[in-house]
């Protein structure tokens, strides 16, 4: 009995290898592609460019998002150097490991090995945090920051309150906090934590002073870590945390029903949740309430509507079976399940309430989840073992397998799906090349690279309707930001002669137009009424001229017709 039992252990974990192995390369083989995905040509490597092309950090007002904290964009800068903007997709998944590793000792510690390696596994391949692998964005670094930064706090109340681990723990929250905003999250969360658990669990009470100073010493030490982007930004903008804010304490004004866009609603606030998704998605006040589920279920990567990534389902379902009262445990796992549950339920429920949910938005409360999905997995496998009913127990093993295909499955398929979608072959085995790869994903790249060879260097371009994505772009630019369709908004809608346009564009210091045709057109087309649509045409007919067509992209340089 004891070979056998030790003859599955060895096959389960050879299993559970394989399956890491075979997703870390997986990850590899979708990331050796050239970037393509939205937020990287935008910011992520958007903002560090221009500041190797300004030979240091300068502020860029035209991009709001340069105004973030830029702890992994900063590492960017050393690839992008190089001249590799494949590498930083590396960096990004590096993270993604670290947090692996992470829960993979916390599980190793608390349960064992074949467990500790299921929660890895199971990290690795959710399709959220696949599709972070694979792209050049920030939030595995808040996640591991933000992972690191919890499982030190209980790591702290483990040993005694050992003041150690508290200023690590602060440590890893201000990296959080200088990685993205959301760590401001996290860092409000774990400050409530640090004074709550030391007078719950300290032996021998001490009065208020010392859990007061142990959370001011917190927020100290993390504020310190986040001091350089707080006196950046005071310095640029007097607002320590510009955009969330247009002061120290006053949000800033709502945006209007017509200027809402969900790419840039967490810059300027605005609209709750429930009126944002009315108004959008005309959802009625039940299918918002029950987000909190949906979010499991209905994920969809692209769609603002269903939450822009997916998560997998057991990731809800599984954690509801940590608590039951299978076997006995001691009470440091019972209060530490119980901090995990409670920091990921408040971060969720404040999250909740942003104008925009998205998947990203929550990602670290997705380490928290997996080791309570993996304590509830354990309890399962014990209640089936203990089953007398020799039926009974072969039809609970059925079932607790049929659990752990499904939960892998769907993972599994998503990385397949990505494949289909990344399409990274052609592109290794040189069957297409760079230029085809990227113009296949981004139509607007080779107008951008007729700019960036064709154009003079005095150049200065307006992007219309090509949703801010400016990393490809060598010549000066201005994003078409909200603001910036807003102001070309009342430019139109002020302008009494087709000239007026010209002159506008030239108080900008536009040379150049770069727009997608279809996006504007139907901008107009909704917008404007006749008289204005044929204002604008006649702009373009006598004040431009089109010197560039391709994929649905125009670039007209503006004529000096006044």
Known sequence: M??????????????????????????IILSLVPPISRDALVHHLNVPKLYLQHWGMYEIPSLP??????????????????GNDIAPKFIHFGFGLLTAWLIFGYLKRRLNAIYALFGAVFFLSIPIIVKLSITVYVDLGLIFFSTASLLLLLKWIKTGFQLRYLVLSATM????????????????????FVPYLYSKYLKKKKGIIRPVGYGILFVIIAL?????????NYLWKANPVYPLYDNWFNPSNPPTLSEIDPEEAEEKGGLGLFAYRTISYNEPWWQIAIIPIRIFFEGKDGSDKYFDGKLNPFLLILPMF?????????????????????FSALFFVFAFFSAVMRVRYIAPI????VILATFGLRNIVDYVKKIQNRTAQKTGTAILVLIVVLLLGMNVL????QFRYVTPFGYLTGAVNREEYITKYRPEYPAMQYVNKNLSAESRLLLIFLGKRGYYCDREYIPDTRGQVNKLYRLIKNARRPNDLVVGFEEMGVTHLIIEIGLFSKWTTDLFDAKRRK???????????LIYFQNGVGLFRLTDNL
């Open 173 to 192: 929250c201000g990296l959080a906090l200088g990685t993205k905003y959301n760590g401001l999250l996290v860092f409000f969360l774990l400050t409530l």
């Open 65 to 82: 998002f340069s105004y973030y904290p830029m702890n992994l964009d900063l590492i960017y800068l050393i690839p992008l150097h190089l």
């Open 535 to 545: 204002l604008v045409k006649a702009f373009f007919a006598n004040y431009t001229s």
């Open 366 to 369: 997705v380490p928290p989840l």
């Open 224 to 232: 310190l870590m986040f001091s350089p982007w707080m006196i950046r």
């Open 414 to 417: 998503y990385i397949i799906e």
């Open 322 to 342: 940590a608590f039951l009262k299978i076997r006995e445990e001691n009470e440091v796992l019972t209060r530490e399940k119980k901090l995990l549950l409670a």
């Open 2 to 27: 004891k070979k056998i039992m030790i003859r599955k252990n060895w096959f389960t974990k050879v299993s559970l290898f394989t399956l890491l192995a075979v997703i870390i390369i997986s990850i």
